[in-house]
């Protein structure tokens, strides 16, 4: 969890995901303030609607904002922050040149997790996304999948990526309940995706010159 990000790995996440740990109105854009849940964007896709409870997970980080977007809701600034973070922590700090934008966040969700901040913009501590299942793709395309989980410097080693994780399952649950999940983890980080109850269907594998494997939750 101290390490440069939570994870890493392939450009495409069709294929693959890359996983590491501006202001508009907030309710009505699916910003999360500290533990509160997130507005009903998409209520389609959701589950019957439960009393609020507090998530003792993220209560932890209540001078954070949890911020849940479809593409089309996020701001300019949002789309910069994540960009930005995105370059920062997979291309700069890992010495890996590839194609970040790759086609496929317009149609994802989006976990941005802010720091506030009363005298200076806020600043993005974590990240991350779920791409849903695609219609006419082959049975790995059915799962959604978790990728370009972040966690950036200054926000490492306090169990926010965790934190990321735990809210982002409970948010597909309540939005596509019973959807399997997969993600495409660094080797070295089995131990702790097991523990959210993914498990390996691949072999350990290179990619990027890091060791890789595919994990999946049902």
């Not at 996020?74 to 700069?92: C, G, H, I, Q, T």
């Not at 991350?128 to 999948?145: C, H, K, N, Q, T």
């Not at 097991?194 to 890789?212: G, L, Q």
């Amino acid at each position: 969890m101290g390490s440069a990000a939570i994870e890493r790995a392939g450009t495409n996440d069709s294929s693959s995901c890359r996983c590491q740990c501006a202001y508009a109105p907030l309710a009505s854009r699916g910003i999360i303030r500290g533990s509160d849940l997130p507005a009903p964007l998409f209520p389609e896709l959701r589950g019957a609607e439960e009393p609020h409870r507090k998530d003792p997970m993220t209560e932890t980080f209540s001078e954070f904002d949890w911020r849940w977007k479809p593409f089309d809701d996020l701001s300019a600034l949002d789309v910069y922050a994540m960009l930005a973070a995105r370059s920062e922590v997979f291309v700069v700090e890992q010495q890996c040149v590839y194609g970040d934008v790759d086609g496929q966040d317009a149609g994802a969700w989006h976990l941005l997790v802010y720091r506030r901040s009363a005298d200076a913009r806020p600043k993005l501590a974590g990240y991350l996304r779920v791409l849903l299942p695609s219609a006419e793709g082959d049975a790995e395309e059915s799962d959604i999948r978790i990728g370009r989980v972040l966690t950036t410097a200054g926000f490492r080693g306090i169990g926010l990526g965790q934190a990321m994780l735990e809210r982002t399952l409970g948010l597909i649950r309540e939005q596509w309940p019973g959807q399997p999940i997969r993600l495409h983890a660094q080797a070295r980080l089995q131990r702790f995706y097991a523990s959210f109850e993914f498990e390996p269907i691949s072999d350990v594998h290179v990619e990027d010159d890091i060791p890789h494997i595919w994990m999946r939750r049902l």
